[in-house]
């Protein structure tokens, strides 16, 4: 079932969306709260390694399950549900900490815990704004979401860093609670659409599961396009994990830099990606959406390459590189999430947005733990040169040898019939 989004509904989404802003502060400032204890108590790589792993790990398991259950349940209270639990287990934590209980594994459970709620929480919520908002203001919103969302970087790690040095670690986690209980008023007072009737007779067991995450598949695989751009972003996002790794390396080893010019670079990247989001929220319509994509992401494979040419010690030149990576990110997400909410029904955008999501995440682990030995073995300049070469290489084939450059994603096409024609003869197929 198809819902129409009104103006009234749109407001209502705002309402909501505000709510989560300050679920998305208190998240960003406890885990970097975590993290840097792990750093400050026990200066182990191993550690932090583990900590990034514990988090991803629910994720790609857990999302597919939390993409069918927003489709199939009210997508409020299972918000509140989620977010409420994340509250509990935070202040099982504080009582913890506070009778000296506390330990590395400890966090690690903890993370895994926050994580696995978070992996239900991220697509029930992104499944909300196609049925909200009016799909020619999609665009637009995506783009103030990311533009918010980089403010909130840049106000919630300093803030973290800032409340470790005056207020003892386990009473910063009262900041998630609160922001928990700033978020559920606008949960309260809003309504969010149903856009799918399930049979309340109807059992969710693993074969229901099952069936649900096939129809999530059948719709990737019947929306013309969708495939290759999830496989564009599989081996990006592997693709891109050595600079993510890496950089401090790179900063500190290789051009001599310490913390005032990674921080420089941190921030010029920051600025970058808040200007990129300032001008997505501002542009209304993109008429050549894969076309923007594609070459954005040449343009950052571009940057990438360059840095292993980069001479010692042009901090600038490294800066100007991530500040344009940064104007080109939020572009290019942008648009990516406005086609999927705009080409995707609205009683399977969740199940959608989770493959995504989970296969997009499947391969940061694996890339993750090869960069480093292989930068051992051909040095960071030709990891870096080589992953951007790769970058181009990949973009430029799918571009030419693919149909999805002829492919045109338009907000005010009403395509839901025609998806649902080659969703049904995908049926057929299988």
Known sequence: MEITPTTRSFRQYLIFWSGQLFSLFGSVVIQFVMIWWIERNYSNMLYLSLASFFFVLPMVVLMPLGGVLGDRYNKRKLIFTVDFLQALVT??????????????????????????FQAIHQPTVSSVAPSMVPKDKLSRINGVNFLFSGLIQLIGLPLGAMLYLIIPFNHIFWIDIGTFLISIIPLAIIKIPRVREVDHFEKFNVKSFIKDLKEGFNVLRAVPGLLILLIECVFINFLLQPINVLLPYYIHEIHGGLEFEYSLISVLMNVGFIIGAGITSFKKKWNKKISTIFMGIIIIGIGYALLAFIPTGLFLIIGLIFFIVGIILPLINTIYQTILQISVPQDKIGRVTSIDMTFSMMVTPIGTLISGPIAIAISVQNLFLSSGIIIIFIIGVLFLFTNVRYIKYEEEAQGEEIIETKTEKVKEII
């Open 91 to 116: 202040f099982i934590l504080i009582l913890i900490f506070t009778f000296n209980l506390g330990s590395i594994w400890v966090i690690f459970i903890f993370i895994m815990i926050r994580s696995s």
